[in-house]
DNA sequence: GGGCCGTCGCTTTTT
DNA sequence: GCGACGGCCC
């Protein structure tokens, strides 16, 4: 029923899911029901235009998005979805590209490197194009030859003008080279392989894009020019695209996103429909308020009329704390309070945060206070390093040109084949011209090579048992493979040396058991196709919604998600925004969008903290400064303004004056500039106080602390506040509170 | 060849 | 505070 597919949308979204053929460009803000007007759009192209499902592709951000979307689906048309082209960019351009592998340099079972994987063969790399990898950093270059292919820039291509470049263009060929002959791409290559296939071949090309004939992406302002190229070569010539996004939540320019592709669509499809989704479903008035306040200092932005008919809302609680210990242990403690009071559930509450090191402080107060938590990225369960060795072998096994691999586990567990060992074979292999797969098996059948001693029968008894292995994991029995593998090489007797405890090692072995686990899930499949589905598993993917538990995620995993309460901790200038975006703009401008993104994932509370101090590495930093975009913030959104902040816009009203009376006498632009941009400087106090900005001092009930301001009252008396390690931040009159000045 | 120990650099953010 | 890496000694 067509009634049914359109119940419950507005006029906008009825428009976005009914609009008939030609280009459509939806400008959607957060919370603004983008993902029902797309799966909407799915059910309605399949049921009532009567659309093929197989020649629809449907591009989402993470493959949670695209499970969600499917599940969706279904349960509109109330039957199975099959046929829809529907996953991430990546995996999509993966399962193509395995498709159409004999067009390609790789065989249909080509792996995928993940940036450890990458980092390895730049090593080798540089070493075989003679660059010193001391001087010159791995994951720099890496960095560059990814911009490159974010661009479609071939190694042949790529030039620069620098010295750095230079290097850059001898690694990049030969980087390029290794990744083929172990049969590999890395993530950059899904995409630059698959527009490079679609360009050259006009065979593939024109049946894709006659198969193809209704194609949507969301998240439109995070795709990169291989992407977006992507969606101009599968359009054509019919032209049915339905790009939805929103230049606001635009936060990965750093793995070359370009939010303009936005603007750049209405520039390639001139004729394209555009459709403003305003209406707010999920945020209370506060919450859109605070984030149209932080938004709204971005310049290269279409201003948005959001609304919401939540009117109202709890107003935004700004927390300072002495440190991150107790910035933990106050978000943690709220947590409980708000459940007991209002009835949430944990799942319910989200931490988000800017960097992931972040994450540990928030980890300890959950665990100290015995609060369910699970943690989205960091150190996750696939980079663990039983785990990667055990994939090694699975890879190997599966592909025995895979050098990455091999490197990694011909000696581990520890089977007395050293570095010599290994650079002899490496000679040896590129004397003969062999691959390594051919090298490997001659010596599994007893050839000539030229190792010998213990190394030449670890060698030997290794090749043979890879090539058995393989037997086995053709027989199907993903299981009793790893088994095996575990048995043979003695593996829980190396997860007991490298650990540096017994609770190590039995953390260690529970995650073998939980690989074993995922590889029962996967009865029925081969070894390869386990291990092309596990390559583009994105931590987001792996949220359960149903586990009572508060998430922990950076800012940038938050995007698409929405919780009824959420704190972001760390709101500090050098954090958010980050120290590395201080002398760009447009880093600036995408600091902003982060902040955006993460307020607006809040439904009914939103909690801002910073810290007085924050260890760093494991020094004790600060003192901190509260974010600059805190101060953007009107006051009637918040509730109490902390103190640092309040005298952080005390100094900003003063240096605005100064500024401006200075504008009065002569323009001053550099300094005012300056002043906007630090927007500390110091103020300058008519009588000089008796205790000083960062004076450590001693209170006879509160104990230690440190001095955040003191303002001289009258002649005689000054008002100090000081945060006290114990005690928190309070206000003391000099004249009645003892403190001892310590030092400073 | 392996193990131990000191140094260094590090953190944005991720498919 | 931690992991990667190089140097040194057995």
Redesign the pocket.
């Known amino acids: 029923m067509m009634t049914e597919l359109l119940a419950g949308l507005n006029p906008q979204q009825q428009e976005a899911v009914t609009t008939g053929d030609g280009p459509v460009l939806v400008l959607a803000g957060p919370g603004s029901g983008k993902t029902r007007v797309l799966t909407h759009r799915v059910a309605y192209l399949i049921r009532e235009v009567g659309v093929y499902p197989g020649s629809v592709m449907a591009v989402t951000?993470?493959?949670k998005a695209a499970n969600e979307m499917r599940s969706r689906v279904e349960s509109l048309l109330e039957s199975r979805l099959t046929g829809v082209q529907l996953g991430?960019?990546?995996?999509i351009c993966a399962r193509l590209l395995r498709r159409e592998s004999q067009h390609t340099p790789y065989t249909a079972d080509f792996l995928i490197y993940?940036?450890?994987d990458q980092?390895a063969v730049i090593?080798q790399a540089m070493a075989e194009a003679e660059v010193n990898?001391?001087k010159m950093?791995?994951?720099r270059v890496l960095?560059a030859i990814?911009a490159a292919k974010n661009e479609l820039i071939t190694p042949e291509k790529f030039s620069a003008p620098t010295y750095f470049g230079e290097v850059v263009k001898r690694v990049y060929p030969r980087y390029q080279e290794i990744l083929v002959a172990n049969n590999a791409l890395d993530?950059?290559d899904?995409?630059m392989q698959m527009v490079f296939l679609l360009q050259n071949n006009d065979e593939v090309r024109e049946r894709y894009q006659r198969y193809y004939e209704y194609l949507l992406v969301d998240e439109f302002q995070d795709t990169n020019m291989a992407q977006y190229q992507l969606v101009l070569l599968l359009s054509k010539p019919q032209n049915n695209v339905f790009a939805v996004g929103d230049e606001d939540q635009g936060?990965?320019?750093?793995?070359g996103a370009d939010y303009r592709n936005v603007m750049h669509f209405r520039r390639d499809f001139p004729d394209a429909k555009v459709i403003l989704l305003e209406q707010n479903y999920r945020s209370t008035q506060v919450v859109l308020d605070v984030a149209r306040a932080v938004i709204s200092k971005n310049t290269q932005r279409t201003p948005k009329a959001l609304f919401t008919e939540r009117g109202g809302g709890v107003r935004v609680t700004l927390y300072e704390a002495y440190d991150e210990r107790e910035e933990g242990t106050f978000i943690v403690e709220r947590i409980e309070d708000l459940r007991r009071e209002h009835g949430y559930d944990y799942k319910d509450f989200a931490v988000m945060y800017?960097?992931?090191?972040?994450s540990r402080a928030i980890e300890d107060a959950c665990v100290a206070m015995n609060l369910p938590y699970r943690l989205?990225?960091g150190v996750g369960f696939y980079k663990r390093?039983e785990i990667k060795d055990l994939l090694a072998y699975l890879r190997l096994i599966n592909n025995a040109n895979d050098t990455v691999s091999f490197t990694r586990i011909v000696?581990v567990p520890?089977?007395?084949?050293?570095?010599?060992?290994?650079?002899?074979f490496r000679k040896w292999v590129a004397k003969n011209n062999f691959t390594q797969e051919l090298a490997l098996s001659v010596i599994a059948e007893g050839g000539e090579f030229p190792?010998s001693g213990?190394?030449a029968r670890?060698m030997t008894e290794f090749t043979k048992n890879i090539f058995a292995w393989r037997k086995q994991a053709d027989d199907g029995d993903l299981t009793l493979l790893l088994d095996d593998i575990v048995a043979r090489t003695g593996f829980n007797l190396y997860l007991h040396?490298i650990s540096d405890s017994e609770n190590q090692t039995i953390e260690r072995s529970e995650n073998v058991r939980e690989l074993r686990g995922l590889l029962k899930e996967y009865e029925g499949e081969t070894l390869g196709e386990f291990l092309a589905e596990i390559a583009?598993v994105?931590?987001?993917?792996e949220i359960d919604d149903n586990d009572d538990k508060v998430t922990l995620?950076?800012?940038?995993?938050a995007k698409g998600l929405e919780f009824p309460v959420v704190f972001i901790s760390g709101v500090e200038d050098g954090l958010l925004p980050?120290?590395?975006?201080f002398d760009d703009s447009e880093?600036m401008a995408?600091?902003r969008r982060?902040m955006y993104v993460g307020v607006t994932r809040a439904m009914d509370e939103l909690y801002l903290s910073y810290t007085f101090r924050r260890?760093?590495?494991?020094?004790t930093g600060g003192p901190n400064e509260p974010s600059r975009f805190l101060e953007d913030i009107p006051a009637h959104l918040t509730k109490d303004i902390p103190p640092m902040l309040a005298q952080k816009q005390n100094q900003r009203a003063f240096a605005d004056e100064i500024s401006w009376e200075t504008d009065w006498d002569a323009p001053r632009l550099g300094q005012r500039m300056r002043d906007d941009a630090h927007a500390a400087t110091p103020k300058p106090e008519p009588k000089p106080t008796l205790f000083k900005s960062n004076q450590r001092v001693y209170h006879g009930i509160f104990g230690e602390g440190i001095v955040i301001e003191s303002k001289r009252v009258d002649d005689d008396d000054e008002e100090v506040v000081v945060s006290f390690a114990e005690g928190g931040i309070k206000r003391l009159m000099a004249s009645f509170a003892k403190l001892t000045i310590l030092d400073g």
């Open positions: 951000f993470t493959n991430t960019f990546h995996a993940d940036r450890d980092l090593k990898s001391s950093r791995p994951g960095g990814s993530f950059d899904l995409l936060i990965y320019a750093f793995r800017r960097t992931n090191a972040q989205v990225g390093r000696n520890k089977r007395g084949i050293g570095k010599k060992s290994i650079a002899d190792l213990k190394a670890s040396d583009l994105a931590d987001v993917d995620l950076t800012l940038h995993s980050h120290i590395r975006s880093g995408e600091e982060l260890a760093m590495y494991n020094a």
